[in-house]
């Protein structure tokens, strides 16, 4: 999602336990052991690529020129703005909304077959 202003793969997690949500990403051939492993934080097994190209960089410049609170405000506006399209998809007779729109998603479709679906999408 693109919440945060950057790059998919620079998002914000929150885990409640680090180590073992990184054992499942641990890449760690010989070239890249160092002898900091057990000290430093290695950010490379927090997700598939190894490489980050300054996405964190991006990220905390985001982060910095929207402040937290801005950032939150961007997030709860896209949320609102979902609740403004759901309303409008129910007014239309022909869609049907298929989610249960919590978040910036809202799923919806044409009412009838899946070949008028898609018609639609073509």
């Known amino acids: 999602n693109k919440w945060m202003l950057v790059s998919f793969d620079c998002s914000c997690m929150w885990v409640k336990d680090k180590h073992k949500f ?3 990403m641990i890449v760690d051939p010989l070239y890249l052991q160092h002898s900091n492993s057990d000290t430093a934080i290695d950010y490379r097994h927090w997700g598939v690529p190894l490489s980050r190209r300054f996405r964190a960089l991006k990220l905390w410049f985001t982060i910095r020129s929207y402040s937290v609170s801005g950032l939150q405000e961007y997030i709860r506006n896209h949320c609102r703005l979902a609740k403004v399209f759901e309303s409008k998809v129910l007014k239309d007779s022909r869609f ?5 729109v919590k978040v910036g998603l809202v799923c919806f479709k044409l009412k009838g077959s ?3 679906n898609r018609k639609l999408l073509d």
């Open 22 to 24: 990184t054992q499942g």
């Open 96 to 100: 049907q909304v298929v989610n249960e």
């Open 114 to 116: 899946n070949e008028l």
